[in-house]
């Protein structure tokens, strides 16, 4: 599964499981995880400006002697930038941190300011668009894309630049499709690869009912099973963990749900148990 590969609008594979590096501390704990995943067999690595690992992921993959073009690295523009030059130039930093001369996908981690919230910032997502579609052109950056970014968010960033992104990486996890559906459709209809951030609901979703009902049924474990739902809907799934056996686990899902499980877990979210 860690091998296989999902294909961009513009012709690039991407590995269909990324290994997530979210809430992973910059240092011995970042550096051990990425190496341990990269041991693993992940060749899809996602980090961010804002994660503050972007050194230690770096240095353990440079450490690992892997073949950098058999690797997938994700990193993102901080989502308070909304400007033109400053995108270039935390580009340019992230590369600086990761070690790397090119990216194989960036994104606007968010439409706005994790301190605001629903700010409105289509302006500035444009600018800051605009400068990632000529790092993307002068083969800088292998694709582009956004992240949290909902209908509204997708239709106004295409409509000011005429610029399509590649991806759009969205929290989606069992008991969270409802209010994703929308967006998870649109992305689908315009050929944007959705990646699933949190699939395991940070670990809210493992013990539900539900979840551990299939889990004996289909003889995997929770996760797997949390992990193979994103799957099921053409997402891609970036799970995290900084334990060897776990990242193990996460990858083995060489398995498919039948369709009445998966519509089971979609409404998940209107289960009042779903976090019992």
């Known amino acids: 599964m860690l091998k296989e590969t999902f294909l961009l609008s513009n012709g690039v594979h991407i590995p269909k499981v990324g290994f997530g590096t979210w809430q992973v501390p910059n240092g011995d704990i970042a550096y051990q995880a990425v190496k341990d995943a990269l041991e ?8 961010a400006y804002v994660y503050e690992n972007e050194i230690s992921v770096g240095q353990a993959i440079k450490d690992s002697k892997s073949d950098r073009k058999d690797l997938f690295i994700t990193s993102k523009l901080p989502s308070h930038i909304k400007d033109y030059q400053e995108t270039e130039t935390y580009f340019h930093e992230s590369l600086k941190r990761l070690e790397m001369d090119y990216m194989d996908l960036f994104l606007i981690h968010a439409p706005w300011p994790w301190s605001n919230i629903g700010q409105d910032c289509k302006v500035g997502n444009a600018e800051a668009w605009k400068k990632m579609i000529e790092l993307y052109q002068s083969k800088k950056i292998r694709s582009i894309g956004v992240s949290n970014f909902n209908v509204d968010d997708l239709k106004d960033l295409i409509k000011r630049t005429g610029f399509i992104p590649h991806v759009n990486q969205i929290a ?11 967006t998870i459709a649109f992305c689908k209809e315009n050929n944007i690869l959705v990646e699933a951030y949190s699939p395991l609901a940070i670990g809210h979703a493992l013990k539900t009912p539900l979840v551990l009902t299939l889990a004996e049924k289909y003889h995997k474990t929770p996760a797997q099973i949390l992990i ?26 060489d398995f498919t749900l039948d369709q009445k499980d998966v519509e089971a877990l979609d409404v998940l979210s209107e289960d009042p148990r779903r976090f019992g």
């Open 228 to 253: 193979r739902y994103t799957l099921e809907h053409g997402t891609l799934p970036l799970p995290k963990s900084t334990k060897k056996a776990r990242m193990i686990e996460n990858a083995d899902l």
């Open 40 to 47: 693993v067999g992940y060749i899809h690595i996602d980090t």
């Open 172 to 182: 989606f996890f069992a008991g969270h499709y409802q209010k994703q559906k929308e």
